[in-house]
């Protein structure tokens, strides 16, 4: 069984940065950033291998950055240039599968993180 617990979330305005980070229990496995807002499915954010290969939304590229480091069992989601629309609960993920981009690809999840982005 893989834990994952994730920290980092708060309440930001608009243009801030933000870094959130999921602690793993171990395991090479690819891990991944889901986000849910209210009213609205789960939708993928990031992806990253184990060997340290980065997968994007469009809505976050470019503004967003996913890292890994596998010696402290951690990933991390740097989210800079936030935006009101990234307001939601952010879910961390491993995965054991060769896909990334859909919530079954996933083994196990995280409790999520609140952020919020203010006006």
């Known amino acids: 069984q893989v834990q994952l617990v994730e920290t980092g979330g708060g309440l930001v305005q608009a243009g801030a940065s933000m870094r959130l980070s999921c602690a793993a229990s171990?395991?090479?496995?690819?891990m991944g950033w889901f986000r849910q807002a209210p009213g609205k499915e789960r939708e993928f954010v990031a992806a990253?291998?184990?060997?340290?290969?980065?997968f994007y939304a469009d809505s976050v590229k470019g503004r967003f950055t996913i890292s890994r480091d596998n010696g402290k069992n951690t990933v991390y989601l740097q989210m800079n240039s936030l935006k009101p629309e990234d307001t939601a609960v952010y879910y961390c993920?491993?995965?054991?599968?060769?896909?990334?981009?859909?919530?079954?690809?996933?083994?196990?999840w995280g409790q999520g993180t609140q952020v919020t982005v203010s006006n």
């Open positions: 990253i291998t184990w060997s340290g290969n980065g």
């Open positions: 171990g395991g090479k496995y690819g």
């Open positions: 993920a491993a995965s054991w599968s060769i896909n990334y981009r859909t919530v079954d690809d996933y083994d196990y």
